[in-house]
């Protein structure tokens, strides 16, 4: 976020005033970071939308607590990836544990391939759509520990999982992934 301290301050503080003005400059600097962040956990631009409103919501709910120390967005982050996993949750009941694509694993049972890296330049729009296509329970796990850098640990607290589960997941997303991905480079 290119706005400096200060500046920040005052939005925020106009915000905890609820100060229109404010709220409205807070959502346009951060919509497209969020959006973006809600389009990893949707398979449709309508309900990261929801998804993005929500979060917001809970950002305005909570901005007294912020201290301004550490990064805003980084806090406003964390905010809208609970509101999406939260989302998952609600949509689907609970989608790891019915979900066809979503196997439970102990720990001591895993035996995961290292994933081959493929050098592929995609345009990120692409690359999004393949995010989509995976199951709730795929996405969930991918982006929480890959693109949130959570541990796997974290990530099976958050989802209310075990870490083999964790772990044997983003494995299945990841060739899921190389296999879409894979598909669009032949097709092309």
Not at 17 to 38: A, H, N
Not at 50 to 72: A, C, M, P, R, T
């Amino acid at each position: 976020m290119e706005t400096d301290k200060s500046e920040l301050e005052r939005i925020v503080r106009g915000c905890i005033q609820k100060d229109s003005k404010c709220q409205e400059e807070l959502f346009r600097m951060l919509y497209g970071k969020m959006m973006s962040v809600c389009m990893r956990y949707s398979r449709d631009e309508d309900t990261a939308q929801e998804v993005l409103q929500v979060g917001f919501i809970k950002v305005f709910d909570k901005l007294e607590k912020y201290d301004f120390n550490g990064s805003f967005e980084g806090w406003v982050r964390r905010i809208v990836v609970n509101t999406a996993i939260d989302h998952i949750r609600k949509s689907k009941r609970d989608p790891f544990s019915s979900s066809e694509d979503y196997l439970y694993v102990e720990e001591d049972e895993m035996a995961i391939e290292d994933d081959a890296e493929q050098n592929v330049e995609l345009k990120a729009a692409e690359a999004m759509k393949a995010l989509q296509m995976l199951s709730p329970a795929y996405q969930a796990v991918f982006n929480l520990y890959v693109i949130e850098n959570y541990t796997h640990k974290e990530v099976a607290e958050i989802l209310g999982i075990s870490e083999g589960t964790s772990k044997y997941n983003l494995a299945k997303a990841k060739k899921k992934l190389q296999d879409i991905l894979q598909d669009k480079i032949v097709g092309i």
